[in-house]
């Protein structure tokens, strides 16, 4: 038995590190934390200070189980988590879950996976820094309490299944709020003069701008009909030197901003390739919002500048961190060893690697040199000057390595840049063409989700190991939605002077096309509009920049956690309960206009199924008229006149094979019924245009897809690719295929087999109990077992008599009344005769 137990979160950490210590030290994982708050209102002691109530999952019983035998038998201990705030409550919870001595436990941090530092950690340990493990408590506490108390509110003003949370609730704000202004924005158009000069000399060409813009038409038809019979020369001719910076090492907030531009990944992606690589000891931690780079990073860069590039291109620099923040990190992301430009490993790894290796190495090179050259084109008939600009790249610099790029969305071509001819001061130049286009302003950039934590970031919201989570959460809620939307035609006008006349044409362009731009869904507006109007302060930027200023003042301990709470939470919960009281339900209502058929009003909403137009009131004497939105409409933008379109649905095509056709549009967007089959139509595909030919079409389409693929057991497989992936069926199971392992296109028999084997095992362990009658079972899951209610999941309570968790055989065992009971605790009503099992308290059953 090794005399040293050192615990560390993940076992790829575990791994490396087991590497650098001798056979005294045993080397284990905790797999993340290994208790959580329990589940329902239990949780925290309001009255009580705050106070917490913890449980190890059913998940983690055997990994403390092992530790405890571990760490019994050790003689000392090393927690050896990360060095942030929750690095330091998992050791916190180690510490008392494992009933630990304080003379048996070090507490050891540091900031990459290498021998050294591994080392060096060890003969400098230190206890556990409560007042980060206060931080970290504060903000789970906090952020409990909001989302346990405002979803129900949610659930009764709004709708059914939402949530809330303070940070997510931001976030979904500055998202709403920027797509309002795109869709207020107006555009205005001004022309813009461009023109294309020969020197004389070798006929080298030089392209040259106004730098002023005319706001009409007539104004930029008149400058070229002037220019038609103008001489034009270089009036003026400046040339001066010019520098770049590199820009400093990465953060958490730039790496992910960086990444998704230069390499398409997202904020959640990034973020598990980095622990990936840090946990294998090839980068430093990766959150961290500092700049700085330790001395030993310095001389090793410097070291290897010098080596692989020259002299030259060192210049030593440091950097100072801007945010407020920045307290609980050392050090930014950097290679572990800079004499290492590459590593082995997936694609993915490599390529944030590199990119990792490249700023970090670029930020302690030299300055970019440039010749920078400045131009003014006098005519001889007007008196503006055009201007063209150029540079020289006199010394690369930092630049052989590594060019940022910038959020910045510019289609037109910029004339900067471009290394011109020799000119003087004088010379005359000869007009090839000239050309006034009219362009259009540009409202605001929607967010990407690199320009969500860059806006989070300067507002003082979240911190590094919040914005991957926080932009997941608003997507996996539905409250935001990640896509590329088509842009639409616009028409502008172009005039275009060659050869002394000057003609003019319409031509057309594509505007408003997006690439992976965050949108909010209807259900997310109704939410934060909701918020806004009840809830000012969890949604204000300035009110939450300043809760995580307090979370950074008690990690310094300079302010009492449970004090900051208190402040907190009595104004929220007493809103809390005037919202639930007078507050009118919330639906985002909007009246379109009068249908002209029956002279009733036409109002979109948010109902219990998504957005829907409405015609007719619900207290008029006949039933309101429902048609859901398609896809590309929103409860915030569809018109009166798109609005009753959607009323010709659904409607009747000529049956096919014996089996009538009808196209509609659902809950999941349009669709083709053929017989009691539902088919989606394609993405963008308007169903008021489809024809018999083309329903026909995508009918044989979706046959030839459901052809069966093979026969196992007398009975068909088929395949097909759903929300989840791509999946078999068969006798009614569907049966996801693993990424790994299998080629969907090509399964062989015996990958079928194995595929439903497994599946239909697995299906025998899934069922402890059923009562088929009443739609109740107790089953088996990921986090022990559980009982479902018709689609609910719910918690399975300990039991009354022993008031401990039921045994297996206790379970086979349990009286279907004792289920009942539980299922009644948290859903109120559940077996009323003339109510139906409420899938609208899904929330419910999930929070308690």
Same mark, same amino acid.
């Given at each position: ?24 030290f ?14 329902? *209102?239990m ?32 003689? @000392? ?30 507490r050891?941090v ?7 530092a ?89 392209? &040259? ?46 790496l ?23 946990? &294998?000891?090839?980068?430093?931690? @990766? ?11 310095l001389?090793?860069?410097?070291a ?16 100072k ?37 490249k ?19 006098a ?71 690199a ?12 911190r ?9 959460t608003v ?18 006008i ?27 869904? *209807? ?82 909403k ?15 004497e ?7 939105? @398609?896809?590309?409409?929103?409860? &915030? ?5 798109? &609005? ?23 809950r ?17 595909e308007?169903?008021?245009?489809v ?26 497989v ?5 929300r ?11 049966i996801?295929?693993?990424?790994k ?9 015996? *990958? ?44 399975l ?33 559940a077996? *009323? ?16």
């Amino acid at each position: 038995m090794a005399k040293n137990l050192l615990i560390v979160e993940s076992p790829a950490k575990a791994k490396t590190i087991e590497g650098y210590l001798g056979k005294d030290f045993l080397v284990k994982s905790s797999y993340g934390h290994i208790r959580d708050l329990v589940k329902g *209102d239990m949780a925290i002691d309001i009255n009580n200070n705050f106070a917490q109530t913890y449980e190890v999952p059913s998940d983690k019983k055997n990994v403390v189980a092992e530790l405890k035998k571990l760490a019994k038998n050790a003689e @000392m201990v090393w927690l050896a988590s990360d060095e942030d705030r929750e690095g330091e409550a998992i050791s916190w919870h180690l510490y008392e879950t494992l009933g630990l001595k304080a003379d048996k436990t070090k507490r050891i941090v540091f900031h990459e996976i290498t021998k050294p530092a591994i080392l060096k950690a060890i003969e400098s340990p230190r206890g556990i820094d409560y007042n980060l493990v206060y931080a970290q408590q504060a903000r789970r506490v906090l952020d409990r309490l909001v989302g346990f108390e405002l979803s129900p509110v949610l659930w009764k003003k709004v709708k059914p299944s939402l949530s809330a949370g303070r940070v997510q609730s931001v976030a979904v704000r500055l998202i709403v709020e920027r797509e309002r202004e795109v869709q207020q924005f107006n555009a205005t158009a001004a022309y813009k003069i461009t023109a294309q000069f020969l020197t004389g000399k070798g006929k080298e060409m030089l392209k &040259a701008e106004l730098p002023n813009r005319f706001e009409n038409e007539a104004d930029a038809e008149k400058f070229l009909q002037d220019c038609v019979q103008a001489n034009f020369q270089i009036a003026n001719l400046e040339t001066k030197p010019a520098k770049r910076n590199p820009a400093a090492p990465f953060t958490t907030s730039t790496l992910q901003q960086e990444a998704s531009r230069k390499l398409g990944y997202s904020v959640a992606r990034t973020m598990q390739i980095a622990q990936r690589l840090y946990e &294998a000891g090839k980068i430093t931690y @990766m959150r961290t919002d500092s700049v700085n780079l330790s001395e030993t990073a310095l001389a090793a860069a410097s070291a290897e500048i010098k080596s692989a590039y020259g002299e030259k291109y060192h210049q030593f620099r440091t950097y100072k961190t801007k945010s407020a923040g920045a307290q609980e990190a050392h050090e930014a992301i950097r290679p572990t060893y800079f004499d290492r430009h590459t590593v082995d490993g997936d694609a993915s790894e490599k390529r944030l690697y590199e990119l990792i290796w490249k700023r970090a190495i670029a930020s302690q090179m030299s300055e970019a040199l440039f010749e920078k050259t400045t131009a003014q084109i006098a005519a001889s008939t007007r008196k503006e000057h055009l201007v063209a600009e150029g540079e020289v790249l006199k010394f690369d610099g930092f630049l052989k390595v590594y060019l940022e790029s910038t959020d910045e969305e510019e289609n037109e071509e910029k004339e900067g840049g471009a290394i011109l001819p020799p000119l003087a001061k004088g010379q005359e130049l000869f007009l090839k063409e000239m050309q006034a286009t009219e362009r259009f302003s540009r409202p605001p950039a929607r967010y990407t989700e690199a320009s969500l934590v860059k806006k989070l970031e300067e507002l003082g919201i979240g911190r590094p190991s919040t914005y991957a989570p926080t932009i997941s959460t608003v997507q996996n809620r539905g409250y935001v939605v990640k896509e590329d939307r088509d842009g639409r035609q616009r028409q502008f006008i172009s005039f275009l002077l060659v050869n002394g006349t000057v003609t003019k044409e319409i031509k057309s362009e594509t505007t408003g096309a997006e690439k992976s731009k965050l949108f909010p869904t *209807d259900i997310g507006e109704v939410v934060n509009d909701f918020l806004v109007e009840h809830f000012k302060g969890i949604v204000d930027f300035n009110f939450t920049a300043k809760v995580e200023k307090e979370f950074d003042e008690i990690a310094q301990g300079l302010q009492e956690w449970t004090k900051m709470l208190h402040s907190f939470y009595n104004p929220f919960h007493t809103e809390v309960e005037t919202t639930l009281e007078n507050a009118e339900r919330a639906t985002g209502e909007r009246l379109l206009g009068v249908d002209p058929e029956t002279g009733k009003n036409v109002i979109t909403k948010v109902g219990k199924f998504g957005p829907l137009v409405q015609i007719g009131d619900l207290d008029g004497e006949e039933k309101p008229r429902y048609a859901s939105l @398609m896809r590309n409409q929103s409860v &915030a933008t569809i018109t009166l006149e798109d &609005a009753l379109e959607l009323f010709k649905l659904p409607f009747p095509l000529p049956d096919f094979e014996g089996k009538e056709v009808m196209i509609g549009v659902g809950r999941f967007g349009p669709y083709v019924k053929w017989g009691e089959s539902f088919i989606s139509l394609p993405k963008n595909e308007d169903p008021l245009s489809v024809t018999y030919e083309r329903a026909t079409e995508i009918i044989r389409e979706k046959m030839h897809a459901d052809a069966p693929i093979a026969h196992f057991q007398g009975l068909e497989v088929t395949k097909g690719k759903g929300r989840f992936g791509p999946f078999i069926k068969w006798n009614d199971l569907f049966i996801n295929i693993p990424a790994k392992g299998y080629d969907f296109d090509n399964l062989s028999q015996s *990958d079928i087999e194995t595929l439903i084997n497994k599946k239909v095992e697995k299906e025998a362990n899934r069922y402890i109990k059923t009562w088929d009658a009443e739609k109740i079972s107790i089953e088996n899951g990921r986090w022990g077992p559980f009982i479902r209610f018709g689609k609910l999941m719910l918690k399975l309570r300990n039991n009354e008599a022993t008031k401990q968790k039921y045994t297996p055989k206790e379970l086979i065992d349990i009286d279907l009344e004792v289920v009942k009971k539980m299922i009644e605790e948290q859903v109120p009503g559940a077996f *009323d005769k003339k109510k139906k099992a409420p899938a609208k308290k899904k929330a419910v059953a999930k929070k308690k």
